[in-house]
């Protein structure tokens, strides 16, 4: 009996990690273009990832850098950050902070990140899979983070989808009457 290898060969990533990474970069993309949409100053920290359509989330992102908002220790965590709008007019603070939570070993990271943005008049929201909201829960009701507990909102991907999807309509609509 013989076992034989091919040089060239190359395992293929399964499917679902394909779709996983895209489905984490698409609802970046769409919390990016929802601020774009309401004129907020929008960053992320994914910027080279592919969004769809070949589009980059660097292509809809409205900022390229951090504004230096605060102290450089506070900058650098919240670089981490998935998807920040910031205000458009006069100085440039933090105003919503969306993190992607599309696996659930991630939740106290996107939790942590987001709180380093606690003394900032900010809103967190953690955007994940409907199957995520129990361990949100269950995870938002512990300290440190009970304490901050109506600054968050769990939103799951069909909803802000949904969202992206009236308020894209919306725009088309208002761009025709209000030209």
């Known amino acids: 009996m013989s ?19 895209r489905m984490h970069s698409f609802i970046e993309g769409i919390c990016l273009e929802l601020g774009n949409f309401k004129d907020f100053q929008t960053y992320t920290a994914d910027s080279s990832v592919l969004y769809r359509d070949n589009i980059h989330l660097n292509q ?31 100085y440039k603070f933090p105003q919503k902070v969306f993190e992607v939570v599309d696996s659930i070993g991630t939740l106290n990271g996107a939790f942590n990140r987001s709180l380093q943005l606690q003394d900032f008049r900010t809103e967190f929201f953690i955007v994940a899979p409907e199957k995520h909201r129990a361990k949100y829960n269950q995870t938002i009701d512990l300290a440190p983070y009970n304490i901050n507990k109506e600054r968050f909102t769990f939103i799951n991907y069909e909803e802000i989808t949904e969202l992206y999807e009236n308020t894209a309509k919306v725009n088309k609509l208002e761009s025709k009457l209000f030209k």
Not at 7 to 19: F, G, I, L, V
Not at 62 to 87: C, G, H
Request: charged share 35%.
């Open 3 to 21: 076992i034989y290898a091919l040089n060239d060969y190359k395992a293929e990533k399964k499917p679902q990690e394909k779709d996983k990474i």
């Open 60 to 90: 809809i992102a409205t900022m390229k850098e951090l504004p230096l908002f605060s102290y450089p220790e506070i900058i650098q965590e919240a670089k981490r950050i998935d998807v920040i709008w910031f205000n458009a007019k006069g």
